[in-house]
């Protein structure tokens, strides 16, 4: 697939069939995560893979919780761009995602490990900041590679709401961090081009003018 056609319709996909996705298509998907670029080339991420299906089980009773939170207290009202029919989908849609989980083939964790680095490094708040430009790139990646393999996916970091409950589940040793969760699998429903306000609404040429 092309990738700009991949990245114009890399549709946020959160209702997934519950048919498995295929060891060595999991594998294709996670090499193309780490063509990414990294600070230093350092490649210090980790892909966690949770096929489990009773560990998926585990992980959406906290996902549940987490989507409840959310929204009830952080997603109460369309945004300005936002028509409330358009709002009320998403809604349904995350709704459907924190109720379904379990059911969903595949859970991606995209981490990062840091083991190596010292407490006082790795509590500088510079780097915390920084963490992202090493992981992201990657989970971009992946999500470009499902999308080019006909697989539904959705980033979502809502499971930080129950981090250390997750970690645990995960039997994560300190100093590894994950950074999102990517469901993945077959989508029920269609891809389709995103839509997304004015490039132009977006675009500072040279500096900040009030």
């Not at 319709?9 to 498995?20: H, L, N």
């Not at 207290?73 to 358009?86: C, G, I, T, V, Y």
Request: contains cysteine; charged residues 25%; aromatic residues 8%.
């Amino acid at each position: 697939m092309d990738v700009f056609q991949a990245m114009s319709e890399m549709r946020a996909m959160r209702r997934i069939k519950p048919d498995p996705v295929d060891p060595d298509l999991i594998r294709d998907l996670i090499r193309y995560a780490t063509h990414a670029p990294t600070g230093g080339n350092s490649q210090d991420w980790l892909f966690i893979v949770v096929t489990d299906e009773e560990l998926r089980r585990e992980i959406g009773g906290y996902y549940r919780k987490a989507v409840d939170h959310y929204l009830c207290e952080m997603n109460m009202e369309p945004l300005p761009h936002q028509k409330r029919d358009a709002w009320e989908r998403l809604l349904r849609a995350v709704r459907w995602q924190g109720n379904n989980l379990a059911q969903i083939p595949l859970l991606v964790f995209p981490s990062l490990d840091r083991r190596g680095l010292s407490e006082e490094v790795r509590a500088n708040p510079y780097l915390t900041k920084m963490s992202g430009s090493q992981i992201y790139p990657a989970t971009q990646n992946l999500l470009l590679a499902c999308r080019a393999r006909g697989l539904g996916a959705t980033l979502t970091t809502l499971h930080m709401l129950y981090e250390k409950e997750i970690n645990a589940l995960l039997n994560l040793p300190d100093g590894v961090e994950t950074y999102a969760m990517i469901p993945i699998g077959y989508p029920i429903g269609r891809f389709g081009p995103t839509a997304r306000l004015p490039v132009e609404d977006k675009i500072i040429w040279q500096c900040w003018e009030d």
